[in-house]
């Protein structure tokens, strides 16, 4: 019965690879969202998915994609992994009102 | 500009102690959210308090919006209360009801 799912909880891989971190959440909600903390511990939102409107967070490089089958997924797609990916990405969710979020386990990314 | 500010950002308490961390925030951000990360990275919501107080076992909350800050007290505190204590709110300034985080309190509770 977990609310905000994410897979695979640790990603290790090389510079140059191609790598998705999935996220599902079965709480109803209509708007998600990826955040990444890096090393230093602090979170910064990346995307938000609601009603089929991505929403970028201008910092973000065009190498990251987010992907929405349909409203309880929002998957993250990255091209060319460098080193500075390297971090802890966390999904979340959200209902209508933008009240509660509600966060994913969270992926460790280590790009070598 | 958008700001969530936490303090102190290192604490360090002797197990059964009390505590009071503290949360400012800018106009722009509302809806109160405190999060314990664990030492295992998990994101653990404790409150979600836009106003008001609220208690949950040895942990409470309280938000005064009009004077832009939120408290989290810890009593009798514990070794599982170790890790990152964060507030966070949502930035009405744009569009995407995403939470604008602090650099959080980190919290080291000795046996």
């Known amino acids: 019965d977990t609310a905000v799912s994410q897979t695979p909880k640790y990603l290790v891989t090389q510079m140059g690879n191609d790598k998705s971190i999935k996220c599902e959440q079965n709480?109803?909600?209509?708007?998600m969202y990826w955040y990444k903390q890096d090393s230093k511990k602090f979170l910064k939102i990346m995307f938000s998915?609601?009603?089929?409107?991505?929403?970028i967070n201008e910092t973000v490089p065009n190498r990251f994609s987010p992907k929405s089958p349909d409203k309880a997924h929002l998957n993250l797609h990255i091209n060319s992994l460098e080193l500075g990916d390297s971090a802890v990405y966390f999904c979340?969710?959200?209902?209508?009102?933008?009240?509660?979020?509600?966060f994913g386990p969270g992926t460790r990314l280590t790009v070598l | 500009g958008i700001q969530v500010e936490q303090s102190p950002p290192d604490l360090i308490l002797q197990e059964g102690a009390n505590s009071t961390l503290r949360c400012n925030f800018s106009d722009s951000v509302n809806n109160l959210q405190w999060f314990h990360q664990n030492p295992w990275g998990q994101l653990i919501n404790l409150f979600y308090?836009?106003?008001g107080t609220k208690q949950n076992g040895r942990l409470s909350a309280t938000t005064v919006a009009t004077e832009r800050y939120s408290l989290l007290y810890i009593s009798s505190s514990q070794t599982t209360d170790s890790g990152v204590y964060f507030c966070a709110g949502v930035n009405y300034g744009g569009s995407q009801g995403n939470l604008i985080f602090g650099k959080g309190t980190k919290l080291s509770v000795k046996p």
């Open positions: 709480l109803g909600h209509d708007t």
């Open positions: 308090i836009p106003s």
């Open positions: 979340a969710s959200t209902g209508l009102s933008y009240n509660e979020q509600f």
């Open positions: 998915y609601n009603n089929k409107e991505l929403i």
